[in-house]
């Protein structure tokens, strides 16, 4: 299977502004672990959103650059570079720095909430993740709340 994958659904849409044509909200998730991957995308799909995604950090910038996601799932603990690092990235370019950066990890200690938001974050979710409160959240970033 490929590092990148977009898939597309279209149960809540968005305006986006052309002829009242309306286009599904993207969601990008950067995680490298399969499982976890596979279950970020069912329930993300399922809530009627367009994902893309990569297991694959240095990767994320450009697929934000060409995707434009609405919202980004970002896994912190990534083999090439942290992804907190990839949020620094993201929020230093002039283009993507108002995508909204959900941070997802499994190092839930005191103090983490505060670095990661710190790091650029607009959320932060632990793992393993509460699947109500996960879907509230993207729900909540993408304005379907």
């Not at 994958?5 to 286009?23: L, N």
């Not at 609405?70 to 230093?92: N, R």
């Not at 974050?121 to 879907?135: G, L, N, Q």
């Amino acid at each position: 299977m490929r590092s990148t994958e977009v898939r597309m659904t279209a149960a809540f849409e968005r305006s986006d502004g052309r002829d009242g044509m309306s286009m599904p909200k993207k969601v990008m998730i950067v995680e490298d672990n399969e499982l976890n991957m596979k279950l970020f995308r069912d329930l993300i799909e399922a809530s009627g959103y367009e994902t893309v995604r990569t297991r694959n950090g240095l990767e994320a910038l450009d697929l934000a650059r060409q995707h434009r996601p609405d919202l980004i799932l970002m896994d912190i603990q990534l083999p090439e570079v942290s992804g907190l690092e990839v949020t620094k990235w993201l929020k230093e370019d002039d283009d993507l720095h108002v995508i909204p950066v959900i941070a997802v990890t499994a190092f839930a200690m005191k103090g983490d909430e505060e670095r990661i938001r710190q790091g650029g974050c607009e959320a932060y979710i632990s793992k393993p993740i509460s699947v109500p409160r996960f879907i509230e959240t993207i729900k909540s970033y993408l304005g379907d709340a």
